[in-house]
């Protein structure tokens, strides 16, 4: 297997676009290969995603995006895993680059929906849930994860200031973040003044829907050489999926997916927890980021939430979670948040996070959750 | 790179479906699991493709599925690259196995969009093509290809009875193939009377829209040791792009990746057309079976129309395409086809294809679409 690099990464702003998604894809694919010094010719593959492409009554937009690029001969193809898509899409880079059958491969994510009414934004977002057996009996995904919350607070002392904190941490990073889509501080007022979405639930527990596009350029060290930004060295990529129907799953302490491919990720990495100097996890709801910290073993059940509080995972805290925002308030582009997870870490490797750089900045770790954890991809970096 | 083998292939009758795409999905995949000799328990990843599963309100399906397969541990994505959608899976599959990334993996095709109007159905296969180039502006599929075919007609003396021909020869095999949608053979007259769709396509150079699934089980040759049917022996997998807005082609006599992508897949196989026994090709309309055999090198410009009209291309000919039917006649579920495909050279590799054999099953291509070439996949089988 060749070691493998993300040698360059690139975002627009996050919230509303003008762009239609393939213009969004093609312009954050063009910045991504300038900060990593290579050419669309050297690209072999294109991975995109595109969810809600139809949306735009697109599809098969790889083609397109490769057209624009000036490589339309270049293979591709669309790549979904719900909230997990680009990052499904780099775990296929890294395949196809690690096993040698690509020099270089190119993950886009992008996303708009802005142009639609939040009902119908909705229902293309429950699309990812089990149709038969929760979106056509009324569930949407805040109700899935404020079942989630209701489980662990039932389970753990939880005040709502332990994921007030979540939130308000995310707002401190994003509003330091040209990407982000909330680009403002928010107080512990402000949180538990807010309005119940679903109990336990408030406004400012849940991400936006967001428009957004970023991609990634993949590529092997052999073929690079020297690179113009510092790579990341992509030491583990693993993926994992579990039972969707939350009724079906053993216990509702934490999603499955995250700790199978947690496993999968530290053992291909030869890593653990403690090697990590900071994380993007998948903060779709607050909660979502306490699951997650404690699934990928960074801290034991029951303790992430109170940990927020205490400032542990703030920006300059001993573990620094989501210095980009997070999907809570850099915002969730569905098919974009995988890639733009990557783009945080690239930026922070590159020195390019002035006013949010986290202290220490060898190794990192992406998590990303497909719906309620029916996919999770686990990625981890380090510096050469 | 290791040898990696077809060892199992599943298709379910084309057609109209009672079952939701993802049981007809997970009814095939056990199918093809059992053909295999393999467990659900040795599948490492699985690659859906669904391309219009938002018409049953569903997306993020491989956790379902793997769910249904008693694996719901195992990785998934969903791949879509147009018509091409699992063809773009078989690749992937090819590619984590070949490289050593999992030992099995599973490829999986399911469409079910007979619940929906023509209109409807239409509108959801339109948004392949380039919505502000060519659907926004009124271009269809059957227009599309219809320009293709008068661009092939203005440059070669094509009579209609040779158009015909390929479409009496696919329904004549289809008529032979338990899995197709139109099991019937039509004569030369039931065809020149049939309505014009699109000038000069008439009905009966069109494929239908069809229910059904497809899957297939990849491995390697070294996690198998003793298969319980005869592998296919994936000598070639490429894949390739192309320009999408026929209106920015340097020409219309045919498509561009298939070009490249057979180019590819010659090279890697280190074989030449005259190697092949018989061919699976993308007939979506009758004009494209005849350009696939040119542009894959089986025939010069010009000469594969006249070719059907004098039996060349029949199941006892000199090379036998479309055994199956094709998309013309076995049907085409969009996903399911580029798996359908593998299905058929499969059964003919196994004996397993009563009544509608070739006479030589040592080597078998496949060639598959996507949209009006936006994207194409090869893959080149042969005995072990």
Redesign the interface.
């Known amino acids: 297997?060749r070691e493998t690099w993300v040698v360059g990464a690139a975002s627009n702003r996050f919230g509303k676009m003008k762009d239609?998604g393939r213009e969004a894809a093609t312009r954050v694919a063009l910045a991504a290969l300038r900060s990593s010094g290579l050419a669309p010719k050297d690209i072999g593959y294109t991975f995109v995603s595109n969810?809600f492409?139809?949306a735009?009554?697109?599809?098969?937009v790889?083609?397109?995006i490769?057209?624009g690029l000036g490589?339309?001969?270049?293979?591709?193809?669309?790549?979904?895993?719900?909230c997990s898509?680009s990052s499904?899409g780099l775990?296929?880079a890294f395949?196809?680059v690690?096993?040698?059958?690509v020099d270089a491969a190119l993950v886009i994510g992008s996303e708009k929906l802005s142009h639609l009414d939040t009902l119908a934004a909705t229902s293309y977002f429950?699309?990812?849930?089990?149709?038969?057996f929760e979106?056509?009996n009324g569930a949407t995904f805040p109700g899935l994860y404020a079942t989630l919350a209701t489980a662990y607070q039932a389970t753990f002392p939880t005040r709502p200031e332990m994921l007030g904190a979540v939130a308000i941490k995310n707002h401190a990073n994003a509003a330091r973040n040209p990407h982000a889509h909330f680009q403002k501080e928010i107080t512990m007022g402000t949180y538990l003044h807010s309005p119940i979405i679903a109990s336990p639930l408030r406004l400012y527990d849940c991400c936006p829907f967001s428009d957004g596009a970023a991609a990634v350029v993949v590529a092997a060290k052999e073929f690079v050489k020297s690179p113009v930004s510092e790579p990341l060295v992509i030491r583990a990529s693993a993926?994992?999926?579990?039972?969707?129907?939350m009724q079906?799953r053993p216990d509702l302490l934490g999603l499955?997916?995250t700790r199978?491919?947690a496993a999968k990720a530290f053992r291909q990495a030869h890593l653990e927890p403690k090697d990590i100097d900071f994380l993007e996890v998948h903060d779709c709801f607050t909660i979502a980021e306490v699951l997650a910290l404690e699934d990928l073993g960074f801290f034991p059940q029951g303790t992430a939430a109170p940990a927020a509080l205490e400032g542990v995972t703030a920006r300059d805290g001993r573990l620094p979670v989501n210095p980009s925002g997070g999907l809570k308030a850099k915002g969730h582009p569905v098919s974009a948040t995988g890639a733009s997870q990557v783009v945080e870490i690239f930026e922070q490797f590159n020195g390019r996070a002035p006013g949010r750089e986290v202290p220490r900045t060898e190794t990192a770790l992406a998590h990303n959750v497909?719906?309620t954890g029916?996919?999770c991809s686990v990625h981890i970096f380090s510096r050469r």
């Open positions: 297997m239609s969810c492409g139809i735009e009554h697109q599809a098969h790889g083609p397109l490769n057209g490589i339309p001969d270049v293979p591709s193809c669309t790549i979904e895993s719900a898509s499904a775990h296929e395949v196809h690690a096993g040698g059958f429950a699309i990812a849930a089990d149709y038969p979106t056509k993926r994992a999926g579990s039972i969707t129907e079906d499955p997916a199978t491919a497909g719906a029916g996919s």
